[in-house]
C-alpha cells in the first residue's frame, strides 16, 4: 500500500510520528514490508497500533484507491486468517480497556467478513482462562460513579495479578482521562510478575495451548521459566508505562509496581541475571550497529523482525528506562532489588568483532537458562494451570507437534 502514500499523506504522517520516518521510507519505497518483517519497529506497542490505524486512516483520505491494498487483512500464521475491512479496524472506537457491552461485540463482530475462516480460532472455547484487568475493571466503576462521587476519589490500587486480555500493559491509557479530571488522584497499578508477566511464552499460545504444550513436550526445561521469555514480557510494561505521560497522564498521578511477591529474592536474582543482562545486550548491540560494524542493518531493519528475529533488542527506550528506575527518576518501580545496569560499553569493547550472527546466537546463552520456583510459589506448571480449564485444547491449524517443533527455533 506504500504506493498510495501521498505527499500530503506522508507529511502529515511524519508530524504525527517523526520516530517512524524510515518506515514510512521504507514503505513509500517498497510499496510493502516483507511478510515476516512486523512491529513495533522499536516503540512501545501502544505506539506501533496507533501508527498503523492512523497510516490507514491517513492514506485513505488523501487517496480512495488505497482501499483496494487495505481492504482485506490476513494475520500472520497460527492466528485467524479471517478477511477483514481494515479501515473499519482502523476507525473502530473500542479501546482494548473497555468492557464491551453487547453492542461493542455486535461492532465487533460485523468486522469479520468471513466468520467461517475464524471459527476453529475465534468461536471455539479451548479450556483457557479470559480475564479483563484489574484496571479495565476500575475504568469501568468509576465511569458509573457521579461526577460527585468521582471527584472525592484520591487512591486507586489495582492489583494485576492474574494475566488480562487485550494488551493489559497499555490499559494505562485508559486511565488518563480519570486522572485529568481529578489532579488529587493517584493510581497504583500493581502487576504481579509470577502470576502475570512473565506467563507469556514466545508464540502467542492461549493459556491453555501454553500449558498443555508444556506438559506434553519431552525437551528440558520446558517445564520451568524459560530465561528467553523473561525481558520480553516486562519489557512491553516497562516502556508503555514511560509512555503515558507524554500521552497526557499528569506526572504525579500514575506509578507502576512490579511485583516480585511472595518470591523477591528469586525475582532479584532473575532481573539482575537476564533483564539487566538482556538490556545491556541490546545497547550493546545497537552501538555496534550504529558504529557500522555489523553490516547489512537499516535504521528501518534494526527495528523489526525481519528474516531472524532481533532477539536482543526489545525496545528503543528500554535500556534508559531502566537506568531511571534504577536512579528512581520513574513512575515504574519495583518491590525487590532490581540490581544495577550493566556496562554496556564494556560489552561491545568485548565482542567488537562479533557479527550479526555471534549476537544472536550467544544471547540465548542465557545463565541459568531456566528457573524453577521457589516456596510458597507453587511449581511453574501448577503456575500456568491457574489460567486454564481442563478441556481438550484445539490448537487451530498446527498440531501439537507443530507447535513444539516451532517452539524450539526460538529459543
Given at each position: 500500500m506504500?504506493?498510495?502514500?501521498?505527499?500530503?499523506?506522508?507529511?502529515?504522517l511524519?508530524?504525527?510520528?517523526?520516530?517512524?520516518?524510515?518506515?514510512?521510507?521504507a514503505?513509500?519505497?517498497r510499496?510493502?514490508l516483507p511478510?515476516l518483517a512486523?512491529?513495533?519497529?522499536?516503540?512501545?506497542?501502544?505506539?506501533?497500533?496507533?501508527?498503523?490505524?492512523?497510516?490507514?486512516?491517513?492514506?485513505?483520505?488523501?487517496d480512495?484507491?488505497?482501499?483496494?491494498?487495505?481492504?482485506?487483512?490476513?494475520?500472520?500464521i497460527?492466528h485467524?486468517?479471517?478477511?477483514?475491512?481494515?479501515?473499519?479496524?482502523?476507525r473502530?472506537?473500542?479501546?482494548?480497556?473497555?468492557?464491551?457491552?453487547?453492542y461493542?461485540?455486535q461492532?465487533?463482530?460485523?468486522?469479520?467478513?468471513n466468520?467461517?475462516d475464524?471459527e476453529p480460532?475465534?468461536?471455539?472455547?479451548?479450556?483457557?482462562?479470559?480475564?479483563?484487568?484489574?484496571?479495565a475493571?476500575?475504568?469501568?466503576?468509576?465511569?458509573?460513579?457521579?461526577?460527585?462521587?468521582?471527584?472525592?476519589?484520591?487512591?486507586?490500587?489495582?492489583?494485576e495479578?492474574?494475566?488480562?486480555?487485550?494488551?493489559?500493559?497499555?490499559?494505562?491509557?485508559?486511565?488518563?482521562?480519570?486522572?485529568?479530571?481529578?489532579?488529587?488522584?493517584?493510581?497504583?497499578?500493581?502487576?504481579?510478575?509470577?502470576?502475570?508477566?512473565?506467563?507469556?511464552?514466545?508464540?502467542?499460545?492461549?493459556?491453555?495451548?501454553?500449558?498443555?504444550?508444556?506438559?506434553?513436550?519431552?525437551?528440558?526445561?520446558?517445564?520451568?521459566?524459560?530465561?528467553?521469555?523473561?525481558?520480553?514480557?516486562?519489557?512491553?510494561?516497562?516502556?508503555?508505562?514511560?509512555e503515558?505521560?507524554?500521552?497526557?497522564?499528569p506526572?504525579?498521578?500514575?506509578?507502576?509496581?512490579?511485583?516480585?511477591?511472595?518470591?523477591p529474592?528469586?525475582?532479584?536474582?532473575?532481573?539482575?541475571?537476564?533483564?539487566?543482562r538482556?538490556?545491556?545486550?541490546?545497547?550493546?548491540?545497537?552501538?555496534?550497529?550504529?558504529?557500522?560494524?555489523i553490516?547489512?542493518?537499516?535504521?528501518?531493519?534494526?527495528?523489526?523482525?525481519?528474516?531472524?528475529?532481533?532477539?536482543?533488542?526489545?525496545?528503543?527506550?528500554?535500556?534508559?528506562a531502566?537506568?531511571?528506575?534504577?536512579s528512581?527518576?520513574s513512575?515504574?518501580?519495583?518491590?525487590?532489588?532490581?540490581?544495577?545496569?550493566?556496562?554496556?560499553?564494556?560489552?561491545?569493547?568485548?565482542?567488537?568483532?562479533?557479527?550479526e550472527?555471534?549476537w544472536?546466537?550467544?544471547?540465548?546463552e542465557?545463565?541459568?537458562?531456566?528457573?524453577?520456583?521457589?516456596?510458597?510459589?507453587?511449581s511453574?506448571?501448577?503456575?500456568?494451570?491457574?489460567?486454564?480449564?481442563?478441556?481438550?485444547?484445539?490448537?487451530?491449524?498446527?498440531?501439537?507437534?507443530?507447535?513444539r517443533?516451532?517452539?524450539?527455533?526460538?529459543?
Amino acid at each position: 500500500m506504500g504506493k498510495y502514500i501521498t505527499k500530503e499523506a506522508y507529511d502529515e504522517l511524519r508530524d504525527m510520528y517523526p520516530q517512524f520516518t524510515p518506515l514510512l521510507d521504507a514503505l513509500r519505497a517498497r510499496g510493502s514490508l516483507p511478510p515476516l518483517a512486523r512491529g513495533p519497529y522499536g516503540e512501545a506497542p501502544s505506539v506501533f497500533r496507533r501508527f498503523i490505524q492512523d497510516v490507514l486512516d491517513v492514506t485513505y483520505s488523501f487517496d480512495k484507491r488505497a482501499i483496494r491494498e487495505i481492504g482485506v487483512y490476513s494475520p500472520s500464521i497460527g492466528h485467524c486468517v479471517s478477511g477483514m475491512h481494515a479501515l473499519c479496524i482502523a476507525r473502530c472506537s473500542i479501546d482494548p480497556w473497555i468492557i464491551p457491552s453487547r453492542y461493542d461485540m455486535q461492532q465487533l463482530q460485523l468486522m469479520v467478513l468471513n466468520d467461517a475462516d475464524c471459527e476453529p480460532t475465534m468461536s471455539r472455547h479451548d479450556g483457557s482462562e479470559w480475564r479483563f484487568s484489574a484496571a479495565a475493571a476500575a475504568i469501568y466503576f468509576v465511569q458509573s460513579l457521579p461526577d460527585t462521587i468521582r471527584r472525592h476519589l484520591r487512591r486507586l490500587v489495582l492489583l494485576e495479578d492474574r494475566e488480562a486480555l487485550a494488551y493489559p500493559e497499555s490499559h494505562g491509557y485508559g486511565l488518563i482521562p480519570l486522572c485529568k479530571e481529578n489532579p488529587l488522584l493517584h493510581v497504583e497499578r500493581r502487576v504481579n510478575l509470577w502470576r502475570n508477566v512473565f506467563q507469556p511464552g514466545l508464540l502467542k499460545e492461549t493459556p491453555r495451548q501454553r500449558y498443555q504444550l508444556r506438559e506434553e513436550s519431552t525437551q528440558p526445561g520446558m517445564e520451568s521459566l524459560n530465561s528467553c521469555v523473561v525481558t520480553r514480557n516486562v519489557a512491553p510494561w516497562i516502556v508503555e508505562a514511560h509512555e503515558l505521560v507524554p500521552a497526557g497522564m499528569p506526572a504525579s498521578s500514575y506509578s507502576l509496581l512490579l511485583d516480585g511477591d511472595p518470591v523477591p529474592q528469586l525475582t532479584s536474582r532473575i532481573f539482575q541475571s537476564i533483564v539487566q543482562r538482556d538490556v545491556a545486550w541490546q545497547e550493546a548491540w545497537t552501538m555496534s550497529v550504529d558504529q557500522g560494524r555489523i553490516p547489512g542493518l537499516t535504521s528501518v531493519s534494526r527495528r523489526s523482525w525481519e528474516g531472524d528475529c532481533r532477539v536482543c533488542y526489545f525496545f528503543e527506550a528500554l535500556p534508559q528506562a531502566m537506568k531511571d528506575m534504577a536512579s528512581g527518576n520513574s513512575i515504574v518501580r519495583c518491590n525487590f532489588d532490581a540490581g544495577e545496569p550493566m556496562d554496556a560499553e564494556k560489552l561491545r569493547i568485548e565482542h567488537h568483532h562479533w557479527n550479526e550472527d555471534n549476537w544472536t546466537r550467544k544471547w540465548r546463552e542465557h545463565d541459568p537458562l531456566f528457573w524453577n520456583t521457589e516456596p510458597p510459589l507453587p511449581s511453574w506448571m501448577d503456575l500456568l494451570k491457574e489460567n486454564s480449564h481442563h478441556f481438550t485444547i484445539r490448537p487451530g491449524n498446527r498440531t501439537h507437534g507443530e507447535w513444539r517443533r516451532f517452539f524450539g527455533q526460538w529459543c
